[in-house]
C-alpha cells in the first residue's frame, strides 16, 4: 500500500488569504453598494512595457517558421538571456558573476521553494519573523521543520529571527546555529531592506559557521537608498555562502508570464561537493526550460529602452509607496518601509490586533489590506498594504483612511 509524504499533513491551513477572501466576500454581500480598494495581495496592476510586449510579439511569430521554431529551451536558460542578466545585473555593477552560474526558471517562488532540495533534511532553517510563508513551508514539506504549535504559530526545528520596530526591522544574528538562513531584502512584507554593512555580518556568520544564506531578492528594482545592496554578491565573501534569486514579475510585470533565475556560485562547495553542479542537475532532471518567448520578453528588459520603462513602471509603483506612506503619516500612523520596497507596514492603533484592524479598515474605509500576524507571530500589531494598486484607487483608500 503506498505511504503518503505525510508532512504535507502538518501544514497548516493557508489561512491569511483564504480568510481575507472570505471576509471581503461577506462583505461585499452585505454591502453591494459599497466599491471595495484592495491594497492586500502583491501583485501588480500595470500593463507590460511596450519592449517587452515588441519582444513577446517577435518571438511569437519566430515561432510560426520552420527556420525559427523553438522546441524545448536548454535547461539552465537560453544563453542570450544569461548572458543580459550578467551584464545587466552583475557586470555593469562591478560583481564578478559568470553565465554558468546563472539557471534561468519560471519565478522566484519555484526556486526558493525548491532551493532546500540541495540541503539533507536534518539542517536547521533560520527565517526572519515576520517572513514570506514559502520558504517556512516548503521545509515543512520536506520534513525538517518539527512539529507546529499553534498557540505560537511556530515550529520546533526552526530559528525565528524577529524583526520588529524594536530592532529596526534588522535581523539580530541568532543564539542557535542555523545550516540554511532565509534572508529576503527588500523584505516582503516588512517593506524594509538591509544595508550593505548589516548584510555583511550575516555574510561573515555565514562563511564563520558554515552556513548557506538563501538570499531572495525579488524585490531589487525598488532600491532607491545608495547604501543598500543590489546582490548579496556586492559583500565580500558572499561566493563561498550565499545563493541568490531573483524574479521578473516585480521589476517587469511578469507575474502572468512566469520567469526568474537563481546564482549559484561555483566557489560554494561542502567539500568536493559544488552546489552549483548538484543545482545544475536538478534543473536538467527536473525541469525543461522558461519557454522561449517569455525569455525573449525577459532579454527585452535589458535593453536601453526596456530598462526605461521599467524603471517608469517602478517608479510609478513607488509613487503610491509614497502616495501611502505620507498619507498615513499624516493621519497619525507609525508607518515603516515603502523607500526600497513596494510594502508599507504600518504598526496598528493600540490595543487592537492585526485582525481586529483589518476589519475594521474594511467595514469603515472599505480597504483591503495584510495582517501582519499573518506572515508570522511577530507580525502581530501590524499590517501590511501594497503599492501595486492603480494610482486612483491608492489616493481614494488613502483617503478614505484619512477620513476617519
Ligand atoms: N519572493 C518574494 C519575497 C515574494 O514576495 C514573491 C511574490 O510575491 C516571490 C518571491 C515570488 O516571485 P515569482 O512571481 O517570481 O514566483
Partial sequence: MYKINDNFLKLPGSYLFSTIAKKVREFQEANPDKTVIRLGIGDVTQPLAP????????AVDEMAHQDTFHGYAPDLGYEFLRSAIVEGDYRSRGVDIQEDEIFVSDGAKCDCSNIQELFSV?????VCDPVYPVYVDSNVMAGRTGTYDAQTQTWSDVIYMPCTAENQFVPELPKETPDLIYICSPNNPIGSALTKEQLQVWVD????????????AAYEAYISEEDVPHSI???EGAKTCAIEMKSFSKNAGFTGMRLGYTVVPKELKQGEASLNAMWARRHGTKYNGAPY????AGAAAYTPEGREQLQKQVAYYMNNASVIKEGLQQAGFEVYGGVNAPYIWLRVPAGMTSWEFFDDLLARANV??????????????????????????????IERIKAL
Avoid: M, W
Wanted: charged share 20%.
Fill in 368 to 397: 483591503v489590506g495584510t495582517p501582519g500576524s499573518g506572515f508570522g507571530p511577530s507580525g502581530e500589531g501590524y499590517f501590511r498594504l501594497t503599492a501595486f494598486g492603480t494610482y486612483e484607487n491608492t489616493v481614494a483608500a
Fill in 205 to 216: 556568520y555565514a562563511n564563520e559557521k558554515g552556513a548557506v544564506i538563501l538570499f531572495d
Fill in 51 to 58: 519592449a517587452i510586449i515588441e519582444a513577446l510579439h517577435t
Fill in 233 to 235: 554578491y556586492e559583500c
Fill in 122 to 126: 536534518d539542517n536547521r532553517i533560520a
Fill in 293 to 296: 518567448i517569455i525569455q525573449k
